[in-house]
């Protein structure tokens, strides 16, 4: 079951979202975290830190879990 990450905008960045889930504890440790690891959104591998998480989008992120965007 995807751990539920509750957002009040329209969207957010790839970044954010990475400190909002919990799995980096800045947003400077983003560039470094997506370069060493393959992040998955909605089943495409993406790493860009500004990529927009819409609601219903859907992460996986080898090791740390599955996470899908809620408004």
Do not use: C, Y
Not at 25 to 49: P, T, V, Y
């Amino acid at each position: 079951m995807p751990e539920k990450i509750n957002i009040d905008t329209e969207f957010i960045t790839l970044g954010q979202f990475l400190k909002l889930a919990e799995v980096i504890q800045s947003g400077g440790m983003a560039k470094w975290f997506l370069s060493e690891h393959d992040i998955f959104i909605n089943g495409e591998q993406d790493q860009r830190r500004g990529r927009k998480l819409r609601s219903g989008d859907k992460i996986q992120i080898a090791g740390f879990g599955e996470f899908v965007i809620t408004e």
